[in-house]
Structures are given as structure tokens and as C-alpha cells.
């Protein structure tokens, strides 16, 4: 049966002599073979290479892609490590190959050393055999046999001679034994390895490729005869092989262009650079110009003789305008068609100058300089040939044989030059490189640009060239695939990875690094030059760099917290460069975004999108009118913009929801509580991050800190370019988060003692819009969904009154639920809501602000039957928040300060910092039994987990379905609250509640859990014991501290210091932070600027709730709501920098025009009331009631007068003029004092928020 010839890995004819005819046929087939090679099949792809290509080819292949992809590895890693059949390798066989071919190629600088590996690769197989039959003289049974046959077969090598080789080559001794013997053949295949690598390394260098090029292309058009055709020895490098006009630079569309081939110099490529850049009417008329010479129309104002008598070949001028001209002359180039080697007629652009800049004598110069390439290249650059059916002034290009080699008879004596003519006159006719508007020619000019390696001109060129090349073909959104796969690109990659960056400019060098980078997914270099580019303020670089990071990589999830960070700040660069594309630039206008989304500008006010774009994909998939995917699409200005901006604002929201769903599952957002109080965790797939506490400190808890504001404000980014609200892990979600990681479950993750707002960058501006989006959830907040609803309102009203208590009351008491029938749940004994209870207990602005509070909760646990879901660690943070309230605010008697009392450190910050408020001499303090009576059986649900699934805890889940230690956690927090509370106030009734409250917690049979089980075994001896445990609660803890608070005044002089507290002597209550930390407190009070800042990502912020659906409310509320609106709605006619008036108009103006709305509306009821009395009066009455119909009109008229004026939309406003709005104010307080009726609603409020903020204010900022 015969055998079956194995798969060919490429096709047989891939590499044929009549395929190669010329330098694109081999570019494509090398494409080819890159696309086909990988790790697994290179030695079989290589091997056909041997057994079927010349070496040449194999030399070119090896040459070529191993810039591209990872040959040299692959070669080394999978060298053979046995001697056995080692001449059988493709290893082998390729050293073989190439030692022979190198040997005596132009390419090698030291011939000796390659000389030498040549000779050990020559006898090397011979030696290894000669080593390997040592190691294994003889063998056993059958094979023995077998093997001393084969042997007996072999050719025997001299040992002597094999001495002498081993000797020579690898400077050792013959090995004695066979373990000598197999040292040996480790050290011989390590040498071969070493010239392997060295062949291979040698094949990278520059300008081999372009040699081994020139080899392989079997062209009937050689270069030699290139060089003779011209006549002239220097012309090879005048200009590459050229093909019709197409497209180059900006230039992309093949419209409008002839027959005529034309070149232009790099002069005239600056100069369209330049007109396009800056002048584009002069840029439109130049590209005409070129068309109308491309299609042969020579007339008189296009082909006027610049220069050339009757013996010199001719140098025209074609007008542009009227002080432009296009200096050019025809000259003869190569054809395409390389097998019948013609040649033909071209057009070769010198530039285009003003009429001052052309000097005739010069351009006489370089005719007569053009004779010395014969008479037969003059007699054809001469000849003309009319289009058949078109004017007499059209003509096409001529083709004729090639020339045969110059006769020196045929060339006159040139003229003798001034020096300054022919250094002008040289670079025009030698070294300056000229290029079509062929973007398939691009490549040969490039290899011929590096080509002249002295010359720096020509190598910038080069690099222009190629990195246009790479701009242009690697645009936005483009995936590696897709580049990798693009033939061009592939080459243009090559020069790249060819050039000396070290005489580039440093941003351009750059550039090429990305663009190598992308095209060899380098993500952690894209990471780099993303933010490289970003502080240089090169933002379409950094855009591109930083779409193709993200979209390779977006896996947040399991980054550690600095890393996420990190991670975090460059994806709020990535949002905020792809918004200012979006909001911030014009595409019509802007080159930079032409280029990086690979879109032109074409004539009319046109744009063409090309095809495989970006946006030309995203164009078919939104099935755009006249889009089609195998051509290329031409749009007008409008049309570009929508597309752009639809496209793009998609773009953000795909890109930030998907980082939102990756920071909402994100471990670094939220340690594991388990983990970081037992020291372990046996949840699969834990949610949480396993963090140790010894590496918890206040850096740490700033950095959650961080992190949350950092995801707010990427989430503000979506908001505003997408106008929408995201209830699913949005704002919500978001606020909720933050709130967990101020006041954290267990304090060995911290407190909002520890914040340091000066440490996050973030702060001011994600603390405004946190503010903002309380607000909106505020007046949006109903009571669906119930199961969440208590817990939403104390996070919400907590966070309020923390970071913005000035103008928390205002909004939180025109909260939606406070519009609305309240439901059952939230009604106490009376008849009352719970609710205006809970809002007075956490303001602290009235005397029964503690009160409310015990009554409260006394409301959610106590009544078992309500059991009002609410989350754990949110009740255990009002109960703390309630017992450290009545210890700071209970007074002893004949106690006016605050002295003697003992509580942590984190209570006595969190109480100077943000409840001050509290500290009134007439608070009521002694309603806190309520909240002892209550304790009892919170205690016991927490313990046994029954009856405790309205205990809210994470994101879905309650306490009957946690493990045990969570709910000890809680516990132990709720015990060292109450246990504090009996430690400060000093009732022994009280004492002795609490002692009862802990020894419920013991049971007989059942170990106590280490978190509480201190405080439960002091309580069972006395209270003496149980304070000591209070005290030393704290002693080991690196977080927090017990602190015994004393004024100086009233301190010892000589105390007694207990153990596990901290004594600190006070004068100021304003002293405490700067006695507890040593650490100086930064000023982080908010400049003028960065308010200013703050309020316009507010405006911009509010300018999407015009796109939101309307809350229905009802009463003072929903005017609130509408007003507010309204105002929002027309933040815009402010204009770009409105400055304080923007804070005026968002601020006080509301409440100024609720005042003029509820007066109108009122004064309409009057006028109804009293005309309907008029109706029925006495005679007596009548005179009476008219007059006050009439004040009444004339409050009317004054209002609506007043109302037309403050209005929103007024034009008033778009003068920004304060002053004035502060005698419209002073009015509006005028007419509210005089009004002579009382209003439905109390104004005072309103009105004195809006006299504090524009009358007030305006008056101390001019004092």
C-alpha cells in the first residue's frame, strides 16, 4: 500500500521564481506565510521552505518575520537537547543553510567569525555521532543486535582525527568516559545553539532585508537596468516605481484623477500639509490643479514653459491662483506592466511657490542639468499625444520600449554653476525622494527613504511617511485582529521596528511606540504611554492608547485596593477624554479627531468614513441610510456630527457599564468582616476581599474612600452623557456603598474619625456630586421598596448631614414620602409617622432631638409585631450614634462642661466633627431607658438568629442566613454601646439593667464567643469588673483607643492613670483633633475656584433632569420640585463662565420664586373669595370690599411684575448682574412684609434663605 505524502502547510507555488516578479507579489507572500506560521507548525513550515525554496528565500523568510512574530524563540526554545538524529533537525538543517549562504554574503562584516561557524557547523553532526556512539558502546538483548548492525554499516570516523576537530573547535580534550562524552555533546549543541542565535540575529540587522530583497525578486525590469535606462547613475533613487494617482496624505479618494501618473516631492507634500492644516480654500484649488494635470489637460495656463531651449528638456508652470504657481515637468518613469518592461510619460511635481519664489535662472539650470540623460530621454519627455474624443488641450500619457544605455556622444558639456545653483539644483535631481498619491507606493518610498542612512532629511521623511501610514490605517476602535491582518499595516510595522528612534522627535518616537505596542498587544505598554500622553496633553494619542487598553483589559474584580485605584484614575482619564470628544470638539473642524477616527474631509463640505472604520461599522449596525459594507461612506457635516455623537455617547455607556459591573462585584470595594475577625473564611467565591487587619490603618480607610468617590464620579460621566438614571448599581447603589465604607461594620476597618479628605484627590469633587445626588434621591425617595426603605433613609439623611448639614434641613424636609400617605408600618401608638421623629433625632436642632431618637427605635425593635426591616449595621450605627450623644450631652449636676467621661476615640472625633450641633445645655438626655427595654430581645434575635430576618445585612441578604460571627459582631458593638452608656452616666439602677441585659447572653452548656464573651464574664461578678473590661476593650486595638476626656479647669493635679485609657486635658473643645492626633490638620476649606468648579459639574449634571420622568407630588413639596426644575432647566443661558450667579441662581433664587408663586396663587384665591362676598354684601359693605379687591390686584400685578422678571427663563439673567437681583430680592421682601392677608404657607423659610444668600451675602462680599 503506498504511503500517503504528508499536508502541505502553504501552497507549493507560494514562493515560485515566476510568482516573485516584484517587491509587492513578495510582500503578499510573505503575508502569507506569517498568517499561516505558528509555534506548533514552524519546523514543518520550514522544513517545505528547505526542501522546496531557494535558500534565498529561506534567508528572506527568517529576515522578514522575525521582526513580526517570535521566531528567534521559537528556534531556541525548541532546540534539541539529545545528539541523537540531530542532523535530522530543522535546527540542523537551517545552520547548514545559513553558514553556507552567509559565508561570503555582502551583508557579513567580520567574514572570520562567520567563517568559524561555518566549519564547527560542518563537522559538528559528524562529532555528535562519533560522542554518541561513545556513550553507547554496546547495548542489550535483540537491540543490541540491531545496533552494532547499523554501526558495522556506518562509515567509522577516524578517532584521531575526531581528537584533532573536538580540539580545534571546542578547545576541550576527547572525553574519556561516556559521562565526559555526554558533557561534551551539551557543550557542542549549546555552541550550534549560540550560532543560531547569531544567524538569526544577523539576519535583523538593517538594510539586510532590503538586500535579500532585491535577490529574491525575479523582475524582467532588474535594477541594473533601472540604473542604465535613465542614463543617469544617481536616477534609481529620483523616485520609486509609481502607479496611477490615488490617494496620499489627505488625499484618499481616487475621484476626479486622469490617467497620468504624477509624483510630487516632499516639498509639495509640506505644502498640501500645510494649506490643509491652515488654508483650506488654497489646499482645494492646489488638489484641483493636480487633478486637471493628472488628467492630461495641458492648456495654456497649465503648461506654461517655465524654462528648456530648444536642446534642454522643458520645466513647466501651471497657475493655481493668482500668486500661485505649480512648477513640473514630464518626465518618463517605469511602467507597471514589468514583464514588457515599457516605460512611459509621467508628471513629476516639483512644488508649488508663490511668483516671487520662482527664480527662472534656476529652473534654466536644472533643464540644462536634465540633458545629461541623452537625447532620447528629451526626445520623449517631448512627444505629445491628443485623447481621441476629447479637446485639443487633453492629452494622454505616452509609453515606449526601454532606452538603451546614454552614449557619451549623445550628452553636451554641462554648463559651469554657481555654487548656490547647483546645492538647490541637487537635492531636486539626487536625493530628493519623490512620492505618488499611491497609497500602495507608500511602502517602496519608505524603503528607499532608509535607504539613504546618512541622510536625516531622508529619514525623517521616513518616519513621516510611516507613521501617516500608521495613523491612517490604525484609527479608533480598531481591534489587533483586524490590524495584524492587514497587509500593509504588517509592512509598515516592519519599517517601524526598523528605525533609529534616538534621532527622532521625542512625541513621534513615542507614537511609533504605540503603534508597535498596539500591533503586538503590549497592554501594560499601552497602559504607559496612555498616561504619557495624557500629561503631555496629546489627547487623541492617549485616547487611542487607552481604548485599546480597555478593551483588551477590564478585569477590576480581583485587583487589590491600590491597584484598583490605580485602575480607576486612568478609566476616569479614558471617560473624560472620550466626553471632551464627545462635547468638547467639533469633527467638522478638528484635524486631530479626523485622524484618530480615520474619517477626511473631502470637497463640498463633504466627509468620507472609510470602509472596515470604526465608525463605518458602527454606521451599518445602526443601518444608517446610505451605508453599505463594502464601500466606503460619504456624509455630510451634519450627518457626521450625529453619527459621531451617537456612536460615541454609545461608546461611554457600553464602556462605563461595563466597569460598573465590574467595580460592583469588585473585592477591593469591600473587605471580607468573616475574614478579618476570625483570621479565616470558608465562603466559596467570597464576594469580599480577604484582608488582614494588621494592614488595616486610616491610610487604608481613606483609600476605600477613594476608591468609592473615584467609581461616583465615572458614574457622573454617564449620567451626563447619556441623560439617564440607572436604579441597578447606580446612584443608589453607589451612595449606599459609600456610606458602609464611612461607617463600616466592625471598627477595625475604621471610622469617620479616621477621614482625611486632604489625602483624596477625589474629594471636592465627588463630595458635590454625592451632595447632588442626594438631593435628587431625596426628592424622588417613596416609600416602595418597603424591605429598604428605613435603611435608605438614615444612610441618605446621615450622609446629608455630614457633608452638607448647612442645607440638609431645607431638603430633607420636603422630601417626596413626606408628600405622600404614609403607610401603617411607619404610624406609632397615636396616630403620628415615625419619620419627622427620626429626621428631628439625627438634625439635633430641637431639645427633644435625643428623645425622638429612643422613641424611635423603641418603635422599629420593640414593637415585635412591626419588626420594619432595616439594616444591622445601619441600627447598630444610630444606636451608637444615641448612647455617645446622651454621654456628651448629659449634664451631672453642677457640670457645665464636658468632663470626665470615657468613650473612644472614634466617638469623641465623630462628635466634635459633625454632631456639635448636640452639645445644648437643655437636651433632654433621659429618655434612654426606652432604648435599654428594647435591648433584650435585639439581643436575643442577634444571638440565635430566629426571628431575625428583618435584620437587614450585604446587598440581599438578613441575619438568619449569615454565619454566626457576623451576628457576634454586631452584638459585641451593641454591648460596648450600652456598657459605655452605664460607665458615663453613673446610675447604679441603670448599672445594674445593663449587668442583666449581658448575663442574659449565658447559657448553661454554651461557650461564649470571644468578640463579647469579656464583657459577659466581668458583668457576672460585678460592675467594678465589667468597667475594668469597658476600659481595656480598646487597649491592643491599632484603630481606635479609649480616651477619659478632662477640662484643664476642673482636671487633677496629680491623677491616677487606668489602664487601657488614654487621659487628654482640654481647654477648647475646638483643641480635641489636634490633641488626639499628632498629625497637623490641613486647611481643606474649598477655594472660590474649585467651587467653582464643583457647581458647574453640578449644572451640567442638572441640565439631563429635563429628560427624567416627573414625579408625581403633591402640596409644598412638588412646588419645590417644579421650581427647582425649571431652574435647572435653564442653567444654560448663563452662558460658559457665570461664576457666583450660578451659585445665586441654583440657590436662593428657588425660594424666592416659590415666595412669588405662592403669592399668586393666593392672591387669586382672595380675588375669587372677595368677589364672590361682593356678590352677597350689603350696600355698606360694598366700598369696603372694593378696596380690597383692589390692594389685592395690586399685589397681583407687583407679583407677576416681579415673577416675569426672576423668572428662569428671563433674559434678566443671562447679564449675570448680582446687584441688580438683589433690589428684585429686596422687593420681593418688601411686597411679602406688606402683603394684607396671610398666606396659605409659611414664607419665612423661603424668604429668609433667599435674603441670607443674595442680600446678605451680596453685602459682605462688597464690604
Same mark, same amino acid.
Given at each position: 500500500m503506498s504511503r500517503m505524502s504528508p499536508k502541505r502547510m502553504y501552497r507549493s507555488d507560494l514562493f515560485s521564481p515566476e510568482k516573485l516578479t516584484s517587491t509587492d507579489a513578495l510582500e503578499r507572500a510573505l503575508q502569507e506565510l506569517q498568517c499561516i506560521l505558528t509555534k506548533d507548525n514552524f519546523k514543518h513550515v520550514f522544513q517545505e521552505i528547505l526542501d522546496d525554496a531557494s535558500p534565498n528565500i529561506l534567508l528572506l523568510v527568517l529576515s522578514s518575520l522575525s521582526k513580526t512574530i517570535s521566531l528567534i524563540p521559537w528556534f531556541l526554545e525548541s532546540f534539541p537537547v539529545e545528539a541523537a538524529d540531530y542532523d535530522a533537525t530543522i535546527h540542523c538543517k537551517t545552520i547548514s543553510c545559513l553558514s553556507t549562504e552567509l559565508l561570503s554574503s555582502s551583508v557579513v562584516e567580520d567574514k572570520e567569525l562567520c567563517a568559524r561557524h561555518h566549519e564547527i557547523a560542518q563537522i559538528t553532526p559528524k562529532v555528535l555521532r562519533y560522542l554518541l556512539s561513545s556513550i553507547y558502546p554496546i547495548d542489550i538483548g535483540s537491540e543490541h543486535h540491531d545496533r552494532k548492525g547499523k554501526a558495522e554499516q556506518m562509515v567509522p570516523l577516524q578517532e584521531e582525527n575526531t581528537r584533532t576537530l573536538v580540539r580545534k573547535y571546542f578547545d576541550v580534550d576527547m572525553p574519556e568516559t561516556s559521562s565526559e562524552a555526554s558533557v561534551l555533546v551539551d557543550h557542542v549543541l549549546q555552541s550550534q545553539k549560540e550560532s543560531l542565535k547569531f544567524y538569526l540575529e544577523l539576519l535583523c540587522r538593517p538594510g539586510v532585508f532590503i538586500s535579500l530583497k532585491e535577490r529574491c525578486v525575479t523582475s524582467a525590469f532588474p535594477i541594473e537596468d533601472v540604473k542604465n535606462s535613465l542614463g543617469f547613475v544617481a536616477e534609481p533613487f529620483a523616485h520609486p516605481t509609481v502607479q496611477q494617482m490615488k490617494s496620499a496624505f489627505y488625499i484618499d479618494t481616487t475621484e476626479g484623477f486622469g490617467q497620468w501618473t504624477v509624483i510630487v516631492s516632499s516639498d509639495t507634500e509640506n505644502f498640501l500639509r500645510s494649506t490643509y492644516e491652515k488654508d483650506i480654500s488654497t489646499f482645494n484649488v492646489a488638489v484641483k490643479k493636480i487633478k486637471e494635470l493628472s488628467c492630461g489637460l495641458f492648456t495654456r495656463n497649465n503648461q506654461k514653459g517655465l524654462s528648456g531651449r530648444a536642446t534642454e528638456v522643458p520645466i513647466f508652470e501651471a497657475k493655481v491662483s493668482r500668486n500661485l504657481r505649480l512648477v513640473y515637468q514630464i518626465d518618463i518613469i517605469r511602467g507597471d506592466c514589468s514583464e514588457q518592461q515599457e516605460v512611459l510619460e509621467a508628471i513629476k511635481i516639483f512644488g508649488i511657490y508663490t511668483r516671487n519664489q520662482i527664480d527662472n535662472r534656476l529652473w534654466r539650470s536644472m533643464s540644462d542639468q536634465l540633458r545629461q540623460k541623452g537625447v532620447e530621454y528629451w526626445k520623449r519627455c517631448m512627444i505629445r499625444k491628443r485623447a481621441d474624443q476629447a479637446s485639443k488641450d487633453t492629452f494622454v500619457p505616452v509609453s515606449f520600449p526601454p532606452r538603451r544605455e546614454v552614449l557619451p556622444s549623445e550628452t553636451e558639456n554641462l554648463l559651469d554653476l554657481h555654487p548656490d545653483e547647483t546645492a538647490q539644483i541637487h537635492p531636486r535631481l539626487v536625493v530628493e525622494k519623490f512620492f505618488t498619491f499611491s497609497q500602495g507606493r507608500r511602502e517602496e518610498a519608505i524603503e528607499l527613504l532608509l535607504c539613504e542612512g546618512e541622510s536625516k532629511d531622508a529619514l525623517r521623511r521616513a518616519q513621516e511617511c510611516i507613521l501617516e501610514g500608521l495613523w491612517h490605517g490604525i484609527s479608533f476602535g480598531l481591534d489587533s485582529h483586524t490590524i495584524r491582518s492587514d497587509p500593509t499595516l504588517s509592512r509598515l510595522m516592519h519599517f517601524a521596528i526598523r528605525l533609529d528612534v534616538t534621532f527622532m522627535n521625542q512625541i513621534k518616537a513615542t507614537e511609533l511606540s504605540m503603534f508597535i505596542a498596539i500591533s503586538q498587544d503590549q497592554t501594560s505598554r499601552l497602559r504607559e504611554l496612555g498616561l504619557e500622553f495624557h500629561k503631555i496633553g496629546h489627547s487623541s494619542a492617549a485616547l487611542l492608547c487607552l481604548d485599546q487598553y480597555f478593551s483588551r483589559t477590564l478585569q477590576i474584580q480581583s485587583m487589590a485596593l491600590v491597584d484598583a485605584i490605580e485602575e480607576l484614575d486612568l478609566f476616569y482619564i479614558y471617560v473624560n477624554l472620550l466626553s471632551a470628544a464627545v462635547y468638547q470638539t467639533d469633527p467638522c473642524e478638528d484635524i486631530a479627531t479626523a485622524t484618530l477616527f480615520g474619517f477626511q474631509w473631502m470637497a463640498d463640505n463633504k466627509f468620507l468614513v472609510p470602509r472596515n472604520?470604526?465608525?463605518?461599522?458602527? &454606521? *451599518?449596525?445602526?443601518?444608517?441610510?446610505?451605508?453599505? !459594507?463594502? @464601500?466606503? =461612506?460619504? /456624509? #455630510?457635516?451634519?450627518?457626521?456630527?450625529?453619527?459621531?455623537?451617537?456612536?460615541?455617547?454609545?461608546?461611554?455607556?457600553?464602556?462605563?457599564?461595563?466597569?460598573?459591573?465590574?467595580?460592583?462585584?469588585?473585592?477591593?470595594?469591600?473587605?471580607?468582616?468573616?475574614?478579618?475577625?476570625?483570621?479565616?473564611?470558608?465562603?466559596?467565591?467570597?464576594?469580599?476581599?480577604?484582608?488582614?487587619?494588621?494592614?488595616?490603618?486610616?491610610?487604608?480607610?481613606?483609600?476605600?474612600?477613594?476608591?468609592?468617590?473615584?467609581?461616583?464620579?465615572?458614574?457622573?460621566?454617564?449620567?451626563?452623557?447619556?441623560?439617564?438614571?440607572?436604579?441597578?448599581?447606580?446612584?443608589?447603589?453607589?451612595?449606599?456603598?459609600?456610606?458602609? &465604607? *464611612?461607617?463600616?461594620?466592625?471598627?477595625?476597618?475604621? !471610622?469617620? @474619625?479616621? =477621614?482625611? /479628605? #486632604?489625602?483624596?484627590?477625589?474629594?471636592?469633587?465627588?463630595?458635590?456630586?454625592?451632595?447632588?445626588?442626594?438631593?435628587?434621591?431625596?426628592?424622588?425617595?417613596?416609600?416602595?421598596?418597603?424591605?429598604?426603605?428605613?435603611?435608605?433613609?438614615?444612610?441618605?439623611?446621615?450622609?446629608?448631614?455630614?457633608?452638607?448639614?448647612?442645607?440638609?434641613?431645607?431638603?430633607?424636609?420636603?422630601?417626596?414620602?413626606?408628600?405622600?400617605?404614609?403607610?401603617?408600618?411607619?404610624?406609632?401608638?397615636?396616630?403620628?409617622?415615625?419619620?419627622?421623629?427620626?429626621?428631628?433625632?439625627?438634625?439635633?436642632?430641637?431639645?427633644?432631638?435625643?428623645?425622638?431618637?429612643?422613641?424611635?427605635?423603641?418603635?422599629?425593635?420593640?414593637?415585635?409585631?412591626?419588626?420594619?426591616?432595616?439594616?444591622?449595621?445601619?441600627?447598630?450605627?444610630?444606636?451608637?450614634?444615641?448612647?455617645?450623644?446622651?454621654?456628651?450631652?448629659?449634664?451631672?449636676?453642677?457640670?457645665?462642661?464636658?468632663?470626665?467621661?470615657?468613650?473612644?476615640?472614634?466617638?469623641?472625633?465623630?462628635?466634635?466633627?459633625?454632631?456639635?450641633?448636640?452639645?445644648?445645655?437643655?437636651?433632654?438626655?433621659?429618655?434612654?431607658?426606652?432604648?435599654?427595654?428594647?435591648?433584650?430581645?435585639?439581643?436575643?434575635?442577634?444571638?440565635?438568629?430566629?426571628?431575625?430576618?428583618?435584620?437587614?445585612?450585604?446587598?440581599?441578604?438578613?441575619?438568619?442566613?449569615?454565619?454566626?460571627?457576623?451576628?457576634?459582631?454586631?452584638?459585641?458593638?451593641?454591648?460596648?454601646?450600652?456598657?459605655?452608656?452605664?460607665?458615663?452616666?453613673?446610675?447604679?439602677?441603670?448599672?445594674?439593667?445593663?449587668?442583666?441585659?449581658?448575663?442574659?447572653?449565658?447559657?448553661?452548656?454554651?461557650?461564649?464567643?470571644?468578640?463579647?464573651?469579656?464583657?459577659?464574664?466581668?458583668?457576672?461578678?460585678?460592675?467594678?469588673?465589667?468597667?475594668?473590661?469597658?476600659?481595656?476593650?480598646?487597649?491592643?486595638?491599632?484603630?481606635?483607643?479609649?480616651?477619659?476626656?478632662?477640662?484643664?479647669?476642673?482636671?487633677?493635679?496629680?491623677?491616677?492613670?487606668?489602664?487601657?485609657?488614654?487621659?487628654?486635658?482640654?481647654?477648647?473643645?475646638?483643641?480635641?483633633?489636634?490633641?488626639?492626633?499628632?498629625?497637623?490638620?490641613?486647611?481643606?476649606?474649598?477655594?472660590?475656584?474649585?467651587?467653582?468648579?464643583?457647581?458647574?459639574?453640578?449644572?451640567?449634571?442638572?441640565?439631563?433632569?429635563?429628560?427624567?420622568?416627573?414625579?408625581?407630588?403633591?402640596?409644598?413639596?412638588?412646588?419645590?420640585?417644579?421650581?427647582?426644575?425649571?431652574?435647572?432647566?435653564?442653567?444654560?443661558?448663563?452662558?460658559?463662565?457665570?461664576?457666583?450667579?450660578?451659585?445665586?441662581?441654583?440657590?436662593?433664587?428657588?425660594?424666592?420664586?416659590?415666595?412669588?408663586?405662592?403669592?399668586?396663587?393666593?392672591?387669586?384665591?382672595?380675588?375669587?373669595?372677595?368677589?364672590?362676598?361682593?356678590?352677597?354684601?350689603?350696600?355698606?359693605?360694598?366700598?369696603?370690599?372694593?378696596?380690597?379687591?383692589?390692594?389685592?390686584?395690586?399685589?397681583?400685578?407687583?407679583?407677576?411684575?416681579?415673577?416675569?422678571?426672576?423668572?428662569?427663563?428671563?433674559?434678566?439673567?443671562?447679564?449675570?448682574?448680582?446687584?441688580?437681583?438683589?433690589?428684585?430680592?429686596?422687593?420681593?421682601?418688601?411686597?411679602?412684609?406688606?402683603?394684607?392677608?396671610?398666606?396659605?404657607?409659611?414664607?419665612?423659610?423661603?424668604?429668609?434663605?433667599?435674603?441670607?444668600?443674595?442680600?446678605?451675602?451680596?453685602?459682605?462680599?462688597?464690604?
Open positions: 472604520t470604526w465608525l463605518h461599522i458602527a &454606521a *451599518l449596525e445602526l443601518q444608517l441610510r446610505s451605508a453599505t !459594507s463594502n @464601500s466606503d =461612506l460619504i /456624509l #455630510s457635516a451634519s450627518e457626521l456630527r450625529g453619527l459621531f455623537c451617537c456612536v460615541l455617547v454609545d461608546h461611554i455607556k457600553q464602556r462605563i457599564n461595563a466597569e460598573n459591573d465590574e467595580c460592583a462585584r469588585s473585592q477591593a470595594f469591600q473587605p471580607c468582616l468573616v475574614f478579618a475577625v476570625s483570621g479565616f473564611c470558608t465562603q466559596p467565591n467570597c464576594p469580599g476581599a480577604h484582608v488582614s487587619p494588621s494592614v488595616i490603618d486610616a491610610g487604608y480607610y481613606n483609600m476605600r474612600i477613594r476608591l468609592h468617590l473615584q467609581q461616583i464620579l465615572i458614574l457622573q460621566v454617564l449620567r451626563e452623557n447619556v441623560h439617564i438614571d440607572m436604579e441597578f448599581r447606580g446612584t443608589k447603589f453607589w451612595i449606599h456603598r459609600l456610606c458602609n &465604607a *464611612l461607617h463600616p461594620p466592625h471598627h477595625m476597618f475604621g !471610622s469617620s @474619625s479616621h =477621614l482625611a /479628605l #486632604s489625602t483624596v484627590p477625589e474629594a471636592t469633587k465627588g463630595l458635590n456630586i454625592v451632595k447632588d445626588w442626594m438631593r435628587t434621591f431625596v426628592y424622588r425617595q417613596e416609600f416602595l421598596p418597603d424591605i429598604a426603605f428605613l435603611t435608605d433613609v438614615i444612610r441618605t439623611t446621615t450622609l446629608a448631614f455630614m457633608f452638607d448639614r448647612s442645607e440638609a434641613d431645607d431638603y430633607l424636609k420636603h422630601a417626596a414620602y413626606f408628600s405622600m400617605r404614609t403607610p401603617p408600618m411607619y404610624i406609632r401608638r397615636g396616630g403620628s409617622s415615625i419619620l419627622p421623629e427620626l429626621l428631628a433625632a439625627m438634625s439635633g436642632t430641637y431639645t427633644w432631638s435625643l428623645t425622638a431618637g429612643f422613641v424611635f427605635v423603641e418603635q422599629v425593635l420593640h414593637v415585635i409585631m412591626r419588626q420594619l426591616p432595616i439594616d444591622v449595621g445601619v441600627l447598630c450605627d444610630l444606636v451608637d450614634f444615641l448612647c455617645s450623644s446622651v454621654i456628651f450631652c448629659g449634664r451631672r449636676p453642677g457640670m457645665a462642661l464636658l468632663h470626665d467621661i470615657t468613650v473612644p476615640r472614634s466617638w469623641l472625633l465623630r462628635f466634635i466633627e459633625y454632631d456639635l450641633s448636640y452639645l445644648n445645655p437643655s437636651m433632654q438626655t433621659n429618655a434612654y431607658h426606652l432604648l435599654l427595654m428594647c435591648m433584650g430581645d435585639l439581643l436575643e434575635q442577634l444571638n440565635g438568629g430566629k426571628g431575625s430576618e428583618y435584620l437587614l445585612y450585604g446587598t440581599s441578604g438578613n441575619l438568619s442566613n449569615v454565619p454566626a460571627v457576623v451576628r457576634h459582631v454586631f452584638i459585641a458593638r451593641i454591648l460596648k454601646a450600652i456598657c459605655l452608656l452605664g460607665y458615663n452616666i453613673h446610675n447604679d439602677l441603670i448599672k445594674n439593667k445593663i449587668r442583666n441585659l449581658l448575663l442574659s447572653l449565658r447559657y448553661e452548656g454554651c461557650m461564649l464567643p470571644s468578640l463579647y464573651s469579656r464583657y459577659v464574664d466581668a458583668a457576672s461578678n460585678s460592675w467594678d469588673e465589667l468597667a475594668e473590661a469597658i476600659r481595656c476593650s480598646l487597649q491592643h486595638d491599632t484603630m481606635d483607643e479609649m480616651i477619659r476626656l478632662l477640662h484643664k479647669s476642673k482636671a487633677p493635679a496629680r491623677g491616677r492613670t487606668l489602664p487601657g485609657v488614654r487621659e487628654v486635658a482640654y481647654d477648647n473643645l475646638m483643641d480635641i483633633r489636634e490633641l488626639l492626633d499628632p498629625i497637623p490638620i490641613q486647611d481643606t476649606t474649598q477655594s472660590e475656584s474649585e467651587q467653582i468648579a464643583a457647581v458647574f459639574i453640578q449644572r451640567i449634571y442638572r441640565k439631563v433632569l429635563r429628560h427624567r420622568r416627573d414625579v408625581s407630588k403633591i402640596g409644598t413639596a412638588s412646588l419645590h420640585a417644579r421650581i427647582y426644575a425649571s431652574c435647572t432647566k435653564e442653567v444654560s443661558q448663563l452662558g460658559d463662565k457665570p461664576g457666583r450667579y450660578l451659585r445665586l441662581f441654583l440657590g436662593p433664587l428657588p425660594h424666592v420664586l416659590i415666595c412669588l408663586e405662592t403669592i399668586r396663587l393666593d392672591t387669586l384665591s382672595e380675588r375669587q373669595r372677595t368677589k364672590k362676598r361682593l356678590k352677597k354684601c350689603s350696600p355698606n359693605e360694598t366700598d369696603v370690599l372694593n378696596d380690597w379687591l383692589m390692594q389685592i390686584k395690586k399685589v397681583y400685578r407687583t407679583a407677576i411684575n416681579l415673577q416675569k422678571q426672576l423668572s428662569p427663563s428671563s433674559v434678566f439673567h443671562e447679564r449675570c448682574d448680582d446687584k441688580q437681583l438683589r433690589k428684585l430680592v429686596e422687593e420681593v421682601n418688601d411686597l411679602v412684609s406688606s402683603l394684607p392677608f396671610d398666606t396659605s404657607s409659611d414664607l419665612s423659610n423661603d424668604l429668609q434663605l433667599a435674603i441670607k444668600g443674595i442680600v446678605v451675602e451680596h453685602s459682605q462680599a462688597h464690604a
